[in-house]
């Protein structure tokens, strides 16, 4: 079975396809954060553009919007566990790292305090918006 002209091309017109790649205009458009980031494309698959992008302390480039969002989201379980590190005095006599909920008694208290903190953290959270 023989193929109608309007499919057959030449290997030019298969080299042109290769080159300017398979998705046509719109793909040359979008492309990933990384890229977006560098200038090499427009914006991201999600329609975000350069200046709705950060790098994160990681080094890792990020969408704003949702960088901030996830900061509010755990602000209060980050306050919990700061103050569960002063009352308990962790974190200090030569050792900065100890992980809560960790093998350690330490870490094991530091956890059980934190969750407490945060529980009070919320309880307040909600007689604010109560008022």
Request: proline fraction near 1%; aromatic fraction near 6%; hydrophobic fraction near 30%.
């Amino acid at each position: 079975m023989s193929k109608s002209n309007d499919t057959v091309r030449t290997e030019a017109e298969w080299r042109k396809m290769v080159q300017d790649g398979a998705g046509g205009r719109g793909n040359k458009i979008r492309g990933t954060y990384q890229q977006v980031w560098n200038g090499t494309r427009g914006r991201t698959a999600s329609g975000l553009y350069k200046s709705d992008l950060m790098m994160n302390a990681e080094g890792k480039i990020v969408s704003k919007k949702r960088s901030k969002a996830g900061k509010k989201k755990f602000a209060g379980w980050h306050k919990a566990c700061a103050k569960a590190k002063q009352k308990l005095d962790v974190g200090k006599k030569g050792r900065d790292f100890v992980p809560i909920g960790g093998v350690s008694r330490d870490g094991k208290k530091l956890l059980k305090e934190a969750k407490q903190e945060y529980t009070k953290i919320k309880a307040m959270k909600v007689k604010k918006g109560k008022k």
